[in-house]
């Protein structure tokens, strides 16, 4: 393969084969002022994943928006596989999140059915277990439904209001 071949990647999105951004991302790819990655697909391609429609995956942005400006703590969202230690997998995702010492993450497994709650260290005084427990209840019985986006925004809402500074 030549540099600079355009290769189509497991995500879906066609990236210059080994060109990166300045941020070390996929050609297409950039990092928004709120931290999340945004990436361009090039005409024809899809994402394989998500499997969420876009209104859900709006109501996720906003919650996640929302959550962070009410609670002055970076909320994440992370779906996918963790590992046999459910806990130190969430814990690798939240390093690699920006600020993660300001951040608090909810990981979801859904093939095991793992929800963890791991905050960084400037936040888990106020992030702390009873906050996760709250936020874990309250996406529970949306999760039961099969309603994972819904799950996931009241754990953001209930969370957010739970440590919300007056």
Known sequence: MASGEIVSQ?????????????????LGAATTASGRISAALFPGATFDTPPFSRDELIALD???RDASNLAEVRFSVYIGDLGADVLA???AVLAQAPEPAYGTLIAVSPNTRDIVVVSGAEV?????????????T??????????LID?????LRVMATAVARP
């Open 10 to 26: 497991a995500a879906g999105v066609v990236d210059l084969a080994g060109h990166s951004n300045a941020e070390g991302l996929p």
């Open 124 to 136: 888990a005084g106020r992030v702390n277990d009873r906050v996760a427990e709250l936020g874990v």
């Open 62 to 64: 906003e919650a996640l």
């Open 151 to 155: 799950g996931l925004v009241s754990a």
């Open 138 to 147: 309250a996406a529970v019985s949306a999760f039961r439904e099969n309603q």
């Open 89 to 91: 997998d969430a814990r």
